[in-house]
């Protein structure tokens, strides 16, 4: 049996955000699986929020420039949330881009004053990371890639650095064939050499205990915690994945039936099982509802392509 493609990971991973963006913001009113389930097979499209809009200006940007450049990066961010203010985003972003233009400085410099000066440690540089985990997934400079994109909304070394483990994890998932057996230990104890910071240090290591206990998904959840901060979101999205690596819906299912940033979580989580199990993983009646699939595919196999002449 043939392994599965690199263009259906990177098609799978940005697909997969997507969807769970969508399906988790769907979650804050059907925060139960036959309900979920039910509302999924009535909609007839399903429609996502910030985190894959800023996941798509990512993706556009590194086609665009072949590899990250904050500045045009950030541009991107702007122009797009012009376009599409009503996506749902945060205050950060908004206030950024304000900031930039009305005073002229940068967007690294714009994100570094939120927060009493000390940056955003939320977790939207994370939840729209998969492309640079897919692009840069065999450099060994994946970390300093993900920070010079971060820096352009989330500026504080927690915020970086729990994107920076996000990107690994897809780019580790890029790197495995699920027809092989899943070697969840390894997973984990790679994945936890990236951080770098002790809040998120200490929540990835919490992951790996609470995987090696067996720990069910509401306890897993009321231990590393439900808020925005990316070091009480992003370590149970890796968790989910960890749990369900084989089904990219009992993956999904598990991220945002757990309270929290749903939305997020999803997307998280999605981007981590696409870019394992591959595009045809994906249930094919939700692929075939996802607002502007054939963009997104089209930035991912753009991405794909550039990869592999990189």
């Not at 994100?111 to 450099?139: C, D, K, Q, T, W």
């Not at 909304?153 to 897809?170: E, K, L, P, R």
């Not at 809040?199 to 069910?216: I, P």
Request: charge should be negative; glycine fraction near 10%; aromatic fraction near 8%.
């Amino acid at each position: 049996m043939n392994t599965v493609t690199l263009q259906s990971k990177f098609s799978g991973s940005l697909v997969g955000s997507a969807l769970g963006d969508a399906i988790g913001e769907i979650a804050f009113l059907y925060p139960h699986q036959d309900g979920l389930r039910s509302q999924l097979g009535r909609l007839s499209r399903l429609s996502y929020t910030d985190d894959t809009a800023m996941a798509i200006g990512l993706a556009e940007s590194i086609v665009e420039i072949g590899g990250i450049d904050p500045e045009h990066l950030g541009r991107t961010f702007s122009e797009n949330f012009e376009r599409e203010p009503w996506r749902g985003y945060a205050s950060g972003p908004p206030t950024i881009f304000s900031m930039v233009k009305q005073t002229g400085i940068t967007y690294s410099e714009a994100a570094r004053r939120l927060f009493r000066g000390e940056g955003s440690l939320g977790n939207g540089a994370a939840m729209r990371v998969a492309p640079i985990g897919l692009y840069f997934h065999a450099s060994a400079a994946l970390y300093d890639h993900v920070c010079a994109a971060s820096q352009v909304t989330h500026a504080h070394a927690v915020g970086m650095d729990g994107a920076a483990v996000q990107a690994s994890a897809v780019a580790q998932a890029v790197t495995l064939d699920p027809k092989e057996d899943f070697q969840m230990e390894l997973m984990i104890q790679h994945l936890n050499e990236i951080p770098r910071t002790r809040e998120v240090k200490e929540k990835m290591a919490l992951v790996q205990n609470l995987t090696a206990e067996g720990a069910v998904p509401g306890i897993a959840a009321d231990r590393i915690g439900r808020t925005v901060a990316v070091h009480e979101s992003m370590p149970f999205a890796v968790y989910s994945f960890l749990r369900n690596a084989s089904s990219f819906e009992e993956c999904l299912f598990c991220a945002v039936l757990n309270g929290g940033d749903r939305d997020t979580l999803g997307a998280m989580a999605g981007a981590i099982s696409g870019a394992y199990l591959g595009l045809e993983a994906i249930p094919e009646s939700w692929r075939r509802k996802l607002e502007n699939r054939a963009y997104i595919e089209q930035l991912a196999f753009k991405l794909a392509e550039m990869a592999v002449k990189a």
